[in-house]
């Protein structure tokens, strides 16, 4: 599976826009794009995945790059809930395989 | 949506004793599921790969007769820690895979089990 890169930690204000972004360089063209993100000792949580398009979903936006070599999640109005560790992780749909964790990005919300 | 339940969430074992974990897919059918195991500050790494009705497939360097899995159903899947050492202590988290439409993510995950060995 291609690797992602992303910040280590994110600071944000809560009610404010938060932009995670995400660089996957050697992404394949089968390749589709996850988020997910993991609240305090809890398992891993989904949030939105894409392929090419931008996604909207109630929870988030994906933005892609148009040559998908990076992309950006965002939470359109951060609250305290949303403080997490986000993963952003690539994988190719219908394949038996399993989704490879990285290290993240560590999301701080301040009220 | 898809839901996995984890099953216990905490649980303190003396050392040499086993821990079964349970992991139950209430809504749909896994065919694969799929066995994390978290140390504190780190990120998930995957211990197995679990198939229903064949052997799991582990990861490099995860002892297959130490961390037993069993996956016997399309809605169940079990790891046991056999023999378990202070050093097993971890977050293991299970996760399912829903071979269902592209529309819908197809890896749903429990909310984990934190194992402490005293």
């Known amino acids: 599976d291609a690797k992602t890169t992303q910040p280590n930690s994110m600071e ?3 009610e404010e ?3 995670l972004p995400c660089n996957h360089s050697t992404i394949s063209g089968t390749d589709y794009i996850h988020w997910y993100r993991q609240l305090p000792s809890q398992g891993p949580e989904y949030v939105i995945h894409g392929l090419t398009s931008n996604v909207n979903n109630r929870m988030a936006s ?4 148009e040559d998908r070599k990076s992309s950006t999640l965002i939470l359109h109005r951060a609250t305290l809930r949303d403080a997490a560790v986000y993963y952003c992780i690539l994988s190719q749909w219908g394949s038996q395989g399993n989704l490879i964790f990285g290290k993240g990005t560590k999301l701080s919300v301040k009220p | 949506g898809a839901v996995v339940s984890q099953h216990p ?3 303190i ?3 040499g004793t086993s821990v079964k974990i349970e992991c139950r897919s209430l809504d749909f059918q896994a065919t694969t599921m799929f066995w994390y195991r978290q140390f504190p500050k780190q990120s998930l790494m995957l211990m197995a790969t679990s198939n229903e009705g064949s ?3 582990y ?3 995860v002892e297959k007769d130490k961390f037993l899995i069993n996956h016997a159903s399309l809605t169940l899947s079990t790891l046991t820690v056999t023999s378990a050492h202070p050093e097993d202590s971890s977050f293991y988290i299970c ?3 829903d071979m269902g439409s592209e529309g819908r993510d197809g890896y749903t995950f429990g909310s984990g089990t934190r194992l402490t060995v005293v």
């Open chain 1, 12 to 14: 944000s204000n809560e």
């Open chain 1, 17 to 19: 826009p938060v932009h």
């Open chain 1, 62 to 65: 994906l933005a892609i790059a």
């Open chain 2, 9 to 11: 969430s905490r649980v």
């Open chain 2, 13 to 15: 074992c003396k050392s």
């Open chain 2, 55 to 57: 052997k799991a497939t």
């Open chain 2, 59 to 61: 990861e490099q360097g």
């Open chain 2, 95 to 97: 996760s399912a895979r």
